[in-house]
Each structure stands twice: as structure tokens, then as C-alpha cells.
Antibody
Framework: EVQLVESGGGLVKPGGSLRLSCAAS????????MNWVRQAPGKGLEWVSS????????YYADSVKGRFTISRDNAKNSLYLQMNSLRAEDTAVYYC????????????????WGQGTLVTVSS | DIQMTQSPSSLSASVGDRVTITCRAS??????LNWYQQKPGKAPKLLIY???SLQSGVPSRFSGSGSGTDFTLTISSLQPEDFATYYC??????????FGQGTRLEIK
């Protein structure tokens, strides 16, 4: 069974840092691109960042570029999001999501999602 | 960036109704369109990918169609568990992946 479990969320002051983790199991993690998607309270979904299977390709939303860093450790089946210089507008539930697009020869899409971890940026 | 616009933003319907949600892209995205369902407090769930391919395990009452700029998600006969928020997502021109603003489907 595919499982994605996020952790590391919490309350942080503006300007602070936080590192999110996503532990993957039930599939060959090293074969899949992975993503972070966030959802502010009562709002819609916003893609944050993506990383290819071997970390060769990394992309960020303009809203987090220069402040957030995505990484992965395929030996540990884990995805990370280092968040620095946090702002109030970064407050959201952060989801990790798997993209099988390169595996099943179809378009990019997110077929499995974690349960999310809440990040609250407030003084 | 490609903008995705869903309509309606909210919709009231009854169990057994046929429901259609529309998603329009600001430019052509071929068939690079996915649909997700989200229930309160839960993660989104993939329903349809590549505009019309049904994700494994998703009931056949869900279907998707369209290409270019205009897409639809249809639920042929609403069930109680279908009341949720639905999002479209384009993955044609990335980054960034972009989502529609969501359509909230409520019980009438």
C-alpha cells in the first residue's frame, strides 16, 4: 500500500525556519517525481515545488523561490522541504504528492497524497 | 502562467442528479488536465487524469472530457459521498502546475 506521511509542521514566528519531511512507503520511491502542494486555511490548492526522481530537475513556485528548498533522500525514502524566511502568507497545510507521469507514460498528475502537515506562521 | 477557471464556484444538487463542472484554461493545454476531489479535512484524491482517464478505484459515475481550453467533469448520478470540493489542474506548461479555484458541491 502506498503511503506518504508528512511531519515537521508547527507554529513558527515570521522570519523563522521549518523543515518538513515526507516519509514514503509501499512503492519504489527512487523512481518517482515528488511534489509539495499547500492549502491555506479555507483556500484552494497551490503547487509549491517539485523534484525529479534523481533530483536532476527542481522547480519552485515564484511565491517561495529563494526561500524554500526541496530535496530528497532516496536511500531513506524521504522527501523534504526546507522553509526559511517564513511569512504569514505561508500559513497552510502542506501536502506531499507523488507524480507517476514519468512511470506510466502519461501526463504529470498527483496520484497519491499524504495527510498533510499544518504550518502556522504567526508572532 | 496558465490560469484555470472553474464554473460554477459552488453548486447545490440532490442525490441521483447528474452534475457537470466546467474548467477553462487561459490557453490551450491539449489534454493535460486532471481532476481531484477533496473532502473537508482530507487530502485531495485523484479522480481523472489526462482529461478523460479514470483513476484506478474511482467509480465509473465519474467521467471527464474536453481538450484544448474547455473541459468538463461529470458525475452521472450523485451519491451522498460525492459532496465535496472539486479541483481541476493543468500540467501542460510547467512550472508552475496550476489549479482551478475549486467547485464546492453541496447537498440541496
Amino acid at each position: 500500500e502506498v503511503q506518504l506521511v508528512e511531519s515537521g509542521g508547527g507554529l513558527v514566528k515570521p522570519g523563522g525556519s521549518l523543515r518538513l519531511s515526507c516519509a514514503a512507503s509501499g512503492f519504489t520511491f527512487s523512481s518517482y517525481s515528488m511534489n509539495w502542494v499547500r492549502q491555506a486555511p479555507g483556500k484552494g490548492l497551490e503547487w509549491v515545488s517539485s523534484i525529479s526522481s534523481s533530483s536532476s530537475y527542481i522547480y519552485y513556485a515564484d511565491s517561495v523561490k529563494g526561500r524554500f528548498t526541496i530535496s530528497r533522500d532516496n536511500a531513506k525514502n524521504s522527501l523534504y522541504l526546507q522553509m526559511n524566511s517564513l511569512r504569514a502568507e505561508d500559513t497552510a497545510v502542506y501536502y506531499c504528492a507523488r507524480d507517476p507521469g514519468g512511470i506510466v507514460a502519461t501526463i504529470p498528475h498527483f496520484d497519491y497524497w499524504g495527510q498533510g502537515t499544518l504550518v502556522t506562521v504567526s508572532s | 502562467d496558465i490560469q484555470m477557471t472553474q464554473s460554477p464556484s459552488s453548486l447545490s444538487a440532490s442525490v441521483g442528479d447528474r452534475v457537470t463542472i466546467t474548467c477553462r484554461a487561459s490557453q490551450s493545454i491539449s489534454s493535460y488536465l486532471n481532476w481531484y476531489q477533496q473532502k473537508p479535512g482530507k487530502a485531495p484524491k485523484l479522480l481523472i487524469y489526462a482529461a478523460s482517464s479514470l483513476q484506478s478505484g474511482v467509480p465509473s459515475r465519474f467521467s471527464g472530457s474536453g481538450s484544448g481550453t474547455d473541459f468538463t467533469l461529470t458525475i452521472s448520478s450523485l451519491q451522498p459521498e460525492d459532496f465535496a470540493t472539486y479541483y481541476c489542474q493543468q500540467s501542460y506548461s510547467t512550472p508552475p502546475v496550476t489549479f482551478g479555484q475549486g467547485t464546492r458541491l453541496e447537498i440541496k
